[in-house]
């Protein structure tokens, strides 16, 4: 038997319409997920999230929780040291208290869907790290690169096409 699924209320904003408390609650999950808890000394707040086309898409439990997190980025930007001409998925992020519950495919899920939703039609790219690479083509991407290191972590780029359906 597989994790329950917990429904989450997805909530897309423009950096400018998070608020502080949001904002704030999404920089901490990130530090303490990709900072802390990774033991990568880097600087995620990197300047994107203000962009203007940037999509913070929050996961809200009904208790008001931040559960879930990705963050979403225009053509010409991508979320570590390579710039995409595709709009990029990034930040993907389960709240350690909420894992084990099936959060991880809807997150995706939704992200993707918001991504076509601000650029429809569009390939969409990420760079993963390697070991999620399953998880990431289980929803439509496929590698595009080889293999590479970003902080100290491998990671490869995915690529999901245009057409691709992905899994539902």
């Known amino acids: 038997m597989g994790p329950m699924t917990v429904p989450l209320h997805w909530h897309p904003a423009r950096f400018d319409d998070l608020g502080t408390d949001r904002l704030y609650d999404l920089l901490r999950l990130r530090s303490e997920v990709f900072v802390v808890e990774q033991d990568c000394a880097y600087l995620d707040i990197d300047g994107k999230d203000r962009h203007p086309d940037a999509v913070h898409l929050l996961g809200i439990a009904d208790d008001g929780t931040l559960a879930a997190y990705l963050r979403i980025l225009p053509p010409g930007l991508g979320h570590g040291i390579a710039a995409f001409a595709e709009p990029s998925i990034g930040r993907v992020v389960t709240a350690p208290a ?57 990671h490869v780029e995915m690529l999901r096409p245009a057409d691709s359906g992905g899994s539902r």
Request: charged letters at 25%; glycine letters at 14%; aromatic letters at 10%.
């Open 98 to 154: 909420w894992r084990g519950r099936g959060l991880g495919d809807p997150l995706l899920r939704e992200g993707i869907a918001e991504t076509l939703r601000k650029w429809p039609g569009t390939a969409i790219r990420l760079g993963a790290q390697a070991h999620l690479q399953a998880y990431y083509a289980r929803n439509g991407f496929e590698p595009a690169s080889n293999a590479y290191l970003e902080d100290g972590i491998p």
